[in-house]
Structures are given as C-alpha cells and as structure tokens.
C-alpha cells in the first residue's frame, strides 16, 4: 500500500457511521472515502453536525465504522480490538477542544499519563516529560495545576501529553476552538512547528477557515455526512467549486460583498459591471488594474479586497466596478494575465 | 457528675471510635469496589455489564432502604455466622459495616459519575485499559469527593451506633440511654452529648480539609 509516492497515513474506504434511532438510523458519515498524506497537515472541515468529528473519531478506534475500513498507518483499525488497538492508539495522539487535561495532576503528571499508561520506566518518563513540556514552551510551569493555566497553556500541556507516545499522527479536535484569537495563533504555529520538525502527520478537524488557511496543506470539506471537496488547500482558496467551500471561504478571504455594494446590484441590470478578480501565485503581486487603465483606457474603480497568505504562497481577491461597455475587454485582457474573474452583477 | 463516671465515659468513646473505624474500614473495602463497579458497568460504559449492573444496584436499594435498627435486629442470625456472636461490641460492627458499604457504594458512584467524560475519552486515545482508566483517572480525579463522601458516611456511622445497644453493643449512646436516660443522670447524657459533637466535628473538619487539598480543579490563591 505504500507504492504510491506521496503514501497516504490514513485512508479512508466507503467509510459508513450510522446511529441506530427510533424510526430508523441516522447517517453520521456517508461512503466517506479520503487519504491522508503522510507527513502533511490535513484540515477537514464543516459546520457542527457535518459528521467531522465522527470521521476523526473512526482513526484510533473511539469510533467504530458501520461499514468501510480504516487504515492508519498501514494498519486496519475497523477490525482492531483490545491489545492490538491500544497499541495502535499509542502511535496516535490526540487533543481536544476542552483539552481534557485531569484537574488532579500537575501539568508534569498530566504529560507523564500516556506514558504510565505506556508501561515505561520512571526515570525514562521523567527524562522524556521535561523534553516535552520544553518542547512546548511551559518549563516554568510543569507544576502548576491546569486550573492555574491560560486556555492556550493547557492546550499546550494537552499537545505535549499527545507526542509522549511519539506518535506518528496527531489527531485535533477543534483544538483552537475555545481559544481567543492571539492564543489560536501561538497553538496553530505550534503545530505547524511539530509538524515540521517531528515530520508528525496532523489530521485536524475545525469550522473555522482561518485554521485551515493557516496552517494545513489539504482540506477536506464536509457536508451532512459526505466529502464534498477536497484537495490542496492553496487550489480550494483559489477556486473553490462547492456552495458550501464558498460559504466557508466568504468569511476569510474578503469576498464577501459589503452592503452597500450588494444592494446596488440589481437582477437584469445594465450598468457598470462589479466584477470579481481572483490573484493567486505570481500573479497576485503584478499591477494588473494600473495596466488595465493605461493600455485599455478602461477605468475600473476599487471597491474592496484583500491579500493574504495560504500555504505559503500569496493569494488576492479584488472587487472592481468597470462600464458595462468595457467588461468584455476587460476579462479578456484579465485571463491573458492568468487571472480569474468572476461578474458578480451590474448596478442597476 | 461524679469522678467514677469518667473511665466510663472514655471507655465508651474508645467502644464507639472502635465500632465506627472498625465498620468504616470494611466498610470502604467493600463499597468503593462496588461503587466503582456501579459506576462503569451500564450498558456503553467501560466495564458494560447491564444485568449485574441493575443486580448490584437493586441489592444496594434494599439494603439501604431498611431502617438501620431494623437491620441490626433482622440480621442477628448472620452476625452470629460472622462475629461468632449476636451480643456485643464487635458483633455490632456487622450491622454497621452492612449499613455502611452500600451508603459508600453510591458516594463513590456519585463521585465518580462526576468526572468529566471527556477524560476516560483522553485516556481510551491514549490507549489506557479499562483498569488504568479506573486507577489512573477516574479514581484520582473522584478522590477529593469520595474523601468528602467518606466522611458524611463517618459521621452517619457515629449516629448508627448509637443505635447498636439494643443488640449489647456498648459505646456512647448505649451509655447515654443506661445512665443519661434509665438511670436518670442528665449530666450523663449531656455528657455523652458534648462528646458526639465533638468527634463529629472532628470527622468533618479533618474531612474537608483532606479533600481540600486533593482539590486541585479549582484555582485556589496561592499569590499567584
């Protein structure tokens, strides 16, 4: 299984997860098939009952698929029991939305628990313990309770906890959801460190775009049980197909329009164009609206965007109002520049 | 009161701390296992067991719905099997430890159904059986409440024993009823009185101030 080239660390097969109800079963997850690259951070997401946190859920076994199979780390976690799925749970962390850290242990004890639980020696632990909670920033602290912690400490502790094992995939579970933006930042270059430096595969699940445009290489997106995109996240951002990829991108990449455009455009209407022109890769950073001026003579008026980073590389969006009579022309000369557009209307 | 009632009233208090801490220990070894049992073992649960589940907590009803003076005089045919006899100190600690188990079943029941689900999921994550989960989380993170159950259950048992005169098990209130109230000694009585307060008060002072600090879920003051 592991001839392709970039081999996935889970795969997921016609995956199925019903709950069995009264009148019958509700489909949590629905023929979900996807690969998840080893070595990469792969964000799924979607909004609350989407069926995520199930698919997550299925990958070390907390959750059992009705129908479909589950391969993580070459190994069929569908038909894992007891000895043979704990172990297989020791080569996969995971943190929580809640951290779930225990009130009664230090953070020290806390990161010491998989590894007690592991078996291992007490002088190993300890030795691996102070690596850890140096790993994640919180040496001054190992003593403290988690009560005495900020919500991004124990989210740190919680991340130290899950790489005791030295697991070779990290499962997150709306890790960054309870967290204040700042504190959502310092965790999220947290893992995009660990991932980086332990080669660790991250499979994170959120609903928020942000997440997934910060830090992951690949998303999924999920709707009523199923996958309804998925691929690089830098190409999703880019040119997104799904309805639902578009809702979930209108809040972070400033394509949403603002009112006082939005109710100017009238259905039918024939005057000045509002066009919408995507910038993506190299693009993103030639003077495209200048040159439309000065070689096509067409005046295009600003009326919002936004430029930012995905996946490392530069992406843009800019809302221009150009006469009715210039469109054409104008998207042509556009797409000769590699340049997405879209008419999002005509002002009445 | 006379100086001649003093060696008795210390030798019942001795007789009563004898019966409570006698019934309390057996008491804990039988109830904490069966309420940790009570616990975990509903249909889903970590040890799923449904049937003995419903069993268990049926015979935990029963034996808690019987007033205790009615148990201690019901049962005296098994505590003759047990104590070798029916009469006496030590054989009203089985009646008190009867009493007392199924009471420390639910407390630690109760405590433990308290712990947060979210932590047997981290520790099912991270690979723990059933039994670690039981001794590495469930147990330590119920502790301080067990500890504060224990000691409500300490303190019942003071009261119950002052029930067990009627069986010849002695102590302070099997005092308190012979002199205070047959031979009409009032101070006697208030004696006795003053001396229950007083271990009460002990018991649940010490208590609170044990789960206090095996309480670390709440942030407490430390000049932080």
């Known amino acids: 299984m592991d001839t392709t080239p970039s081999h996935a660390a889970i795969t997921f097969r016609e995956v199925s997860k019903t709950w069995p109800q009264r009148g019958g079963a509700v489909a949590a997850l629905d023929r979900v098939s996807l690969d998840v690259q080893a070595g990469g951070i792969t964000g799924v997401i979607g909004r609350s009952g989407a069926g995520k946190s199930t698919l997550l859920r299925l990958v070390n076994g907390l959750e059992r698929a009705s129908a479909g199979r589950v391969e993580v780390l070459g190994r069929d976690v569908t038909t894992a029991r007891g000895r043979e799925l704990r172990s297989l749970r020791r080569d996969v962390g995971m943190i929580f939305q809640h951290f779930n850290l225990l009130a009664n242990r230090t953070v020290r004890g806390n990161v010491a628990l998989p590894l007690e639980i592991a078996g291992v020696a007490r002088p190993e632990i300890d030795r691996r313990v102070a690596r850890l909670i140096d790993l994640v920033g919180l040496g001054a602290l190992a003593d403290?309770?988690?009560?005495?912690?900020?919500?991004?400490?124990?989210?740190?502790?919680?991340?130290?906890?899950?790489?005791?094992?030295?697991?070779?995939?990290?499962?997150?579970?709306?890790?960054?959801?309870?967290?204040?933006?700042?504190?959502?930042?310092?965790?999220?270059?947290?893992?995009?460190?660990?991932?980086?430096?332990?080669?660790?595969?991250?499979?994170?699940?959120?609903?928020?775009?942000?997440?997934?445009r910060d830090i992951c290489h690949h998303v999924a997106v999920m709707e009523a049980g199923r996958i309804v995109e998925t691929g690089e996240t830098y190409d999703i951002f880019a040119n997104p197909q799904d309805p639902v990829t578009r809702s979930f991108l209108s809040g972070v990449t400033g394509t949403v329009l603002p009112g006082f455009i939005a109710r100017r455009i009238v259905p039918g209407g024939d005057g000045p164009a509002i066009l919408r022109i995507t910038f993506a890769g190299d693009s993103a950073t030639?003077?495209?609206?200048?040159?439309?001026?000065?070689?096509?003579?067409?005046?295009?008026?600003?009326?919002?965007?936004?430029?930012?980073e995905i996946d490392g590389r530069p992406f843009g969006n800019l809302t221009v109002q150009v006469p009715a009579d210039a469109l054409p022309r104008a998207q042509e000369y556009l797409h000769a520049h590699d340049l997405r557009t879209e008419v999002l209307g005509h002002v009445g | 009161m006379s100086a001649n009632l003093i060696p008795i009233l210390w030798e019942a208090t001795l007789q009563t701390i004898y019966m409570v801490v006698v019934s309390g220990l057996i008491g804990t070894v039988l109830g904490l296992p069966l309420g940790v049992f009570l616990a975990t073992s509903k249909r889903g649960e970590l040890l799923s067991a449904p049937a003995v589940n419903a069993a268990l907590g049926l015979v935990v009803n029963a034996l808690r719905s019987i007033p205790f003076i009615i148990l201690v005089v019901a049962i005296i045919p098994f505590t003759r099997m047990i104590a070798g006899t029916s009469i006496g100190t030590t054989a009203a600690i089985v009646p008190l430890t009867l009493a007392a188990a199924p009471f420390i079943a639910r407390i630690v029941e109760t405590a433990?159904?308290?712990?947060?689900?979210?932590?047997?999921?981290?520790?099912?994550?991270?690979?723990?059986?059933?039994?670690?989960?039981?001794?590495?989380?469930?147990?330590?993170?119920?502790?301080?409440?067990?500890?504060?159950?224990?000691?409500?259950?300490?303190?019942?048992?003071?009261?119950?024993?002052?029930?067990?005169g009627a069986v010849g098990g002695e102590g302070l209130g099997d005092l308190g009823i012979r002199y205070g109230?047959?031979?009409?000694?009032?101070?006697?009585?208030?004696?006795?009185?003053?001396?229950?307060?007083?271990?009460?008060?002990?018991?649940?002072?010490?208590?609170?101030?044990?789960?206090?600090?095996?309480d670390h879920r709440a942030a407490k003051d430390r000049g932080l």
């Open chain 2, 112 to 164: 433990i159904r308290e712990v947060e689900g979210g932590l047997i999921e981290a520790a099912r994550a991270m690979g723990a059986t059933p039994g670690q989960i039981i001794t590495k989380v469930l147990l330590p993170e119920a502790l301080p409440g067990i500890v504060l159950g224990l000691t409500l259950a300490i303190v019942s048992l003071i009261g119950y024993s002052a029930m067990v």
């Open chain 1, 144 to 212: 403290r309770y988690p009560a005495q912690l900020s919500g991004g400490q124990k989210q740190r502790v919680g991340i130290a906890r899950a790489l005791a094992t030295e697991p070779k995939v990290l499962l997150s579970d709306e890790a960054t959801s309870a967290l204040d933006p700042e504190t959502t930042q310092a965790v999220l270059a947290l893992l995009r460190d660990i991932n980086r430096e332990l080669g660790l595969t991250i499979l994170l699940i959120t609903h928020e775009m942000a997440v997934v």
């Open chain 1, 286 to 308: 030639h003077p495209v609206l200048s040159r439309l001026g000065a070689e096509l003579g067409i005046d295009a008026s600003i009326l919002g965007g936004s430029i930012e």
């Open chain 2, 181 to 214: 109230y047959q031979r009409f000694m009032p101070d006697v009585m208030l004696a006795v009185v003053v001396i229950l307060i007083v271990l009460v008060q002990a018991v649940q002072s010490f208590g609170e101030w044990i789960a206090r600090r095996l």
